[in-house]
T-cell receptor
Framework: ETGVTQTPRHLVMGMTNKKSLKCEQHLGHNAMYWYKQSAKKPLELMFVYNFKEQTENNSVPSRFSPECPNSSHLFLHLHTLQPEDSALYLC??????????????FGPGTRLTVT | GQNIDQPTEMTATEGAIVQINCTYQTSGFNGLFWYQQHAGEAPTFLSYNVLDGLEEKGRFSSFLSRSKGYSYLLLKELQMKDSASYLCAVRPSSGYSTLTFGKGTMLLVSP
């Protein structure tokens, strides 16, 4: 059983909707990540948080807004999305980036469809 | 820039051995990872190489040559449950480092 959970597992939203994705890790990690996985494309890193501070924003459009209230929880707020944003959104956690705990543990993902 | 190449698809027979190759060109290097991802599931960690050579872990082994920018994942005694996508990922630097992933190799194991 994964130590990283994500809700919802599936989400369908219109382009004018606002929704949020939630990620929670029970592994005592200090770094959390959002990735986007589209068909036939590599996993794309979106955001990185270390000790609740955002340390990387990989040129993600502002319609995606992350929030990390504590080391165990990570949110991705979505608004005015486009159909091309439909993808699997994966959350991951690890020991703080740069530490010896290098493995990233992934959640099951949220399958997002934008109509 | 970062570039990671691996074959898109491979097929193999149950009980056989398969080697999945990965080549990379990155601005720095601080380790190479292999992940397994079954359809509709989360990627799970398989192996990590930071020094040249072979790392063996049960039926799975991973090899790294830093001078050649090359790695492979070797799967022995293939089982049907090994049908999955195998992701090669490189950690470019040692600071606030993150992983750059290849597109993944879809392996289909047939009876």
């Amino acid at each position: 059983e994964t130590g990283v959970t994500q809700t919802p597992r599936h989400l369908v939203m219109g382009m004018t909707n606002k929704k949020s994705l939630k990620c929670e890790q029970h592994l005592g990690h200090n770094a959390m990540y959002w990735y986007k996985q589209s068909a036939k494309k590599p996993l794309e890193l979106m955001f990185v948080y270390n000790f609740k501070e955002q340390t990387e924003n990989n040129s993600v459009p502002s319609r995606f807004s992350p929030e990390c209230p504590n080391s165990s929880h990570l949110f991705l707020h979505l608004h005015t999305l486009q159909p091309e944003d439909s993808a699997l959104y994966l959350c991951a956690s690890s020991g703080a980036s740069g530490s010896l705990s290098y493995e990233q543990y992934f959640g099951p993902g949220t399958r997002l469809t934008v109509t | 820039g970062q570039n990671i190449d691996q074959p898109t698809e491979m097929t193999a027979t149950e009980g056989a051995i398969v080697q999945i190759n990965c080549t990379y060109q990155t601005s720095g290097f601080n380790g190479l990872f292999w992940y397994q991802q079954h359809a509709g599931e989360a990627p799970t960690f398989l192996s990590y190489n930071v020094l040249d050579g072979l790392e063996e872990k049960g039926r799975f082994s991973s090899f790294l040559s830093r001078s050649k920018g090359y790695s492979y994942l070797l799967l022995k005694e293939l089982q049907m449950k090994d049908s999955a996508s195998y992701l090669c990922a490189v950690r470019p630097s040692s600071g606030y480092s993150t992983l750059t992933f290849g597109k993944g190799t879809m392996l289909l194991v047939s009876p």
